[in-house]
């Protein structure tokens, strides 16, 4: 398990309100397992802290709501070797820290930060565990956007506190929103070297639907996992559709919590 370059999604994990629900779901759905010893793990002492593993290979986490006023949600992560360097760059630049630089030992340090629009995002300095062991592999993750009404907004703020190269993939028309990649500093912008992305919320959107971040897990068959989301308990917020990368779906699980699979050319 490599380590993750800063500005790069390294790890994703979902607060609900039942744990052994939310295993039940996604073990069926994604073909996850999960650490079934965890009374005697480092996770279970933090709280039910609970890994998800495809093939073996970590690739995500469940965790219980310590408050029930805590949103039902997936989170993303960020890497970053100066968790406490990266918390100042997003106060300097209109960001605010939620949760400031917390030690999970042996683990690495964790923090909670929402940009200017108020989309929360983690933080993650790896020690012992650095991030996904499999990415990009039906049932694992493969990416991430956040959906913003202020796309100038957005955009001057990750690419000033991340350095990201913004590449514009075509015209709203030609994909289907006002959409922006990004890629880590150094490489050519674009697609083909994107860990991300900004997509402007159109009128389509609630509009009191707040800032968010979408996290996107790879899938073989997006039709198939959409039917088996409803049947499962879940709910299915936008039907399976194609776009330039492959197919998609935006699902809610039987909690709640929102998150997106794409069947893409690579699954």
Same mark, same amino acid.
């Given at each position: 398990?490599?380590?993750?370059?800063?500005?790069?999604?390294?790890? #994703?994990?979902?607060?609900?309100?039942? *744990? /052994? &629900?939310?295993? +039940?779901?996604? $073990?069926?759905?994604?073909?996850?397992?999960?650490?079934?010893?965890?009374?005697?793990?480092?996770?279970?002492?933090?709280?039910?802290?609970?890994?998800?593993?495809?093939?073996?290979?970590?690739?995500?986490?469940?965790?219980?709501?310590?408050?029930?006023?805590?949103?039902?949600?997936?989170?993303?992560?960020? #890497?970053?070797?100066?968790?406490?360097? *990266? /918390? &100042?760059?997003? +106060?300097?630049? $209109?960001?605010?820290?939620?949760?400031?630089?917390?030690?999970?030992?042996?683990?690495?340090?964790?923090?909670?930060?929402?940009?200017?629009?108020?989309?929360?995002?983690?933080?993650?300095?790896?020690?012992?565990?650095?991030?996904?062991?499999?990415?990009?592999?039906?049932?694992?993750?493969?990416?991430?956007?956040?959906?913003?009404?202020?796309?100038?907004? /957005?955009?001057?703020?990750?690419?000033?506190?991340?350095?990201?190269?913004?590449?514009?993939?075509?015209?709203?028309?030609?994909?289907?929103?006002?959409?922006?990649?990004?890629?880590?500093?150094?490489?050519?912008?674009?697609?083909?070297?994107?860990?991300?992305?900004?997509?402007?919320?159109?009128?389509?959107?609630?509009?009191?639907?707040?800032?968010?971040?979408?996290?996107?897990?790879?899938?073989?068959?997006?039709?198939?996992?959409?039917?088996?989301?409803?049947?499962?308990?879940?709910?299915?917020?936008?039907?399976?559709?194609?776009?330039?990368?492959?197919?998609?779906?935006?699902?809610?699980?039987?909690?709640?919590?929102?998150?997106?699979?794409?069947?893409?050319?690579?699954?």
């Amino acid at each position: 398990m490599g380590g993750y370059p800063e500005g790069a999604p390294c790890w #994703a994990d979902a607060s609900l309100s039942d *744990l /052994a &629900a939310g295993k +039940r779901f996604y $073990g069926e759905l994604l073909g996850w397992t999960f650490d079934e010893d965890a009374e005697g793990t480092a996770d279970a002492k933090q709280g039910g802290y609970t890994s998800a593993f495809k093939d073996g290979k970590r690739v995500a986490a469940l965790q219980p709501k310590r408050d029930g006023r805590m949103p039902t949600s997936w989170t993303v992560y960020l #890497a970053t070797p100066d968790v406490h360097a *990266l /918390a &100042a760059r997003i +106060r300097e630049a $209109g960001g605010q820290m939620i949760t400031e630089p917390l030690p999970v030992p042996p683990h690495g340090t964790m923090a909670l930060a929402a940009d200017p629009g108020g989309a929360v995002f983690g933080l993650w300095q790896g020690d012992r565990h650095t991030g996904f062991e499999l990415t990009r592999k039906p049932g694992s993750f493969c990416w991430t956007e956040v959906y913003t009404r202020d796309k100038d907004q /957005a955009d001057a703020f990750y690419e000033s506190v991340f350095g990201y190269e913004g590449g514009d993939p075509g015209s709203p028309d030609e994909i289907g929103a006002d959409f922006r990649t990004w890629s880590l500093p150094g490489a050519e912008p674009g697609p083909d070297n994107a860990i991300g992305g900004r997509s402007l919320m159109s009128d389509a959107f609630p509009a009191a639907l707040p800032d968010h971040f979408l996290v996107y897990f790879s899938v073989e068959d997006c039709d198939a996992v959409a039917a088996a989301c409803t049947r499962l308990g879940g709910r299915v917020t936008a039907e399976p559709f194609d776009i330039p990368y492959g197919r998609m779906a935006v699902l809610n699980d039987n909690q709640g919590a929102a998150f997106a699979v794409l069947q893409g050319s690579g699954t």
